[in-house]
């Protein structure tokens, strides 16, 4: 709540005045998606290892990856709009094999969060909208497998999948470059507790541009 409050303070301080009518922004919905990276914050698996005594592990889990995010966000006040977010990252791949059967898959991460972003006004003539994000939801992680020589009904090593529940907190700047176009630049920091592929922080810092519609309702 601190950030938010900086943020809202800082807009205050340098907004010019603005009107209703002048502030469309400021009163409408929005949904679109988002683009970026993916940086990893927390543990790296070992590039390989024993799974017992007759198996084996490769991995090659990247520290950075892209990611992509769509989004809902539905305006409560002109300050605060509450955002639902659906991610997803791969992470990179995971092959696992034993007595010559092999599996090669990936590690994939879907974030599902439920946000709030509290925007300050208007920087004076500028046209950006600073913004600080805090929120929560359910993170779901899975190791696939895309390919066995094993065989589908019996592959040597089943899939796995790991959820958490946490926090997420951010910010950015927002900048409407239409009546009802919008662009955003952003930054979040998303923990994570999932025990997959030999580790379990899987803490992250996602850079995204996003591109959104916006609307009012009729």
Known sequence: MALALIVLSAGNASAAPESD????FRRQHQAGGRIGVWSNQGELPPAAGQV?????????????????EGFFGYRLLPWLTAELTLGTVNRGSVSI???????????IIYPIQVQLRLNSPRLHRTGLYP??????GLLYGRRTVQFTNAGYYSSNWQEE???????????GVDWPVAEQIGLEFSVKYMPMNLSLVTIEKQDALAFTVGVKYLYQRK
């Open 131 to 136: 913004f600080a994000v805090v929120g929560g």
């Open 52 to 68: 017992n005594d007759s198996g084996s592990f490769k991995t090659n889990i990247h520290g950075a990856s892209a990611y992509i």
């Open 97 to 107: 094999e034993e007595q010559g059967a092999k599996d090669v898959g990936s590690l």
């Open 21 to 24: 009518s002048a502030d469309l």
């Open 161 to 171: 999948s790991a959820t958490d529940f946490n926090y997420v907190v951010g910010g």
